[in-house]
């Protein structure tokens, strides 16, 4: 990401925002809008999708308006402009002229990648909004909340996740309605659970935690509560699964004699997570994890199809993780 000079117009000048996590492209592009019109409040909003523009499209769309000397133009979508467009285009981000601003989004992909590296052939500004990947997602509530003007500890900003899922901007949305109601601006995990009571104290990964620990009675408890509460059968086998692999992964990785960060980058946690996984690895083995994992898939099958019975399927999932590392646990 190529920072922006301060104090350097908007007009007369290109903002290029690439990448698919979508949230953080807005939020870009809405700084940009706030940008050029603080410096020119008469000029024109056009946005455009990309694919609806043709020749005579483009030009109006960076051209005056009746109204205006200046015009703040938008264009997404870029890897879905017609290919007869791109030198037109290019020109356009060659010399925009000092009464526009220009703002292209690009949401990656191989698609339009021609026009895309021709454009950084002409050195505008740049942000990159990389996917936010699911174990950057805590690191991304902590950053959030601090944006905000509030704290998080690592540990808060997972069960927040956990709580809430792993869409960006149920999270963002999620810190925003915890700050406004708490007078010290700090995420706690009892504030998480107050909020998000039956998302939060009953979710698919609670349910997945107790069986990986063998805890049966507090794994079908919550995993009843969790069906008559509405969350899907799907979310559950996810969960096992996820938590299985990330164990799996654990036991094939704990020797290579890598640093922290970069095991928990190999196995696709959070670094503190690694403490739960070495934790869990003392009772499983690998053959175990494997066997457990096949047993979630052939669950997963029946919840969505195979068999008549949902919660009966997790049920007894539930009780194969557990008795798979139970055997472990013998050996």
């Not at 002409?122 to 805590?138: A, F, H, N, T």
């Not at 509530?141 to 960006?168: D, F, I, S, W, Y």
């Not at 901007?169 to 009892?190: F, K, Y």
């Not at 997570?273 to 494997?290: E, I, N, Q």
Request: aromatic residues 4%; charged residues 25%.
């Amino acid at each position: 990401m190529l920072s922006r000079v301060q104090n350097q117009s908007r007009f007369g000048a290109v903002l290029l925002v690439t990448g698919p996590e979508s949230l953080l492209a807005e939020r870009a592009v809405g700084d940009f809008l706030q940008q050029a019109l603080a410096e020119r409040p008469e000029a024109a909003v056009v946005r455009v999708e990309a694919i609806d523009l043709d020749a005579g499209g483009l030009a109006e769309a960076a051209g005056a308006s009746l109204f205006s000397t200046a015009t703040i133009a938008v264009v997404n979508g870029l890897a879905e402009l017609p290919a007869d467009l791109n030198s037109q285009l290019l020109s356009l981000a060659a010399d925009p002229g000092e009464d526009l601003a220009l703002a292209l989004v690009h949401g990656g992909g191989v698609k339009g990648k021609g026009l895309l590296d021709g454009l950084k052939k002409l050195r505008p500004e740049v942000i990159d909004c990389p996917s936010i990947k699911p174990w950057e997602l805590g690191q991304f509530v902590v950053a959030e909340t601090r944006r905000m003007g509030g704290k998080a500890t690592p540990a808060v900003a997972e069960a927040l996740v956990q709580a809430v899922g792993t869409n960006t901007r149920a999270l963002a949305g999620a810190v925003r309605q915890l700050l406004d109601d708490s007078p010290d601006q700090v995420l706690t995990e009892a504030t998480i659970h107050r909020y998000f009571a039956g998302r939060a104290e009953v979710t698919s990964f609670a349910v997945a935690d107790d069986a990986l620990n063998g805890r049966a009675e507090q794994a079908l408890g919550k995993l009843r509560w969790a069906i008559v509460t509405g969350v899907a059968p799907v979310l559950v086998t996810s969960a096992l699964s996820s938590n299985l692999r990330s164990l799996g992964k654990y036991l094939d990785g704990r020797d290579a004699r890598l640093r922290e960060a970069d095991l928990a980058r190999n196995i696709g946690v959070p670094p503190w997570k690694l403490k739960d996984l070495a934790r869990l690895s003392r009772d499983w083995t690998t053959p175990a994890v494997a066997k457990a994992i096949q047993a979630v898939a052939v669950a997963d099958a029946q919840i969505k199809g195979a068999g008549s019975d949902p919660g009966f399927a997790l049920e007894q999932v539930v009780l194969a993780v557990i008795e798979q590392r139970r055997n472990a646990s013998r050996r």
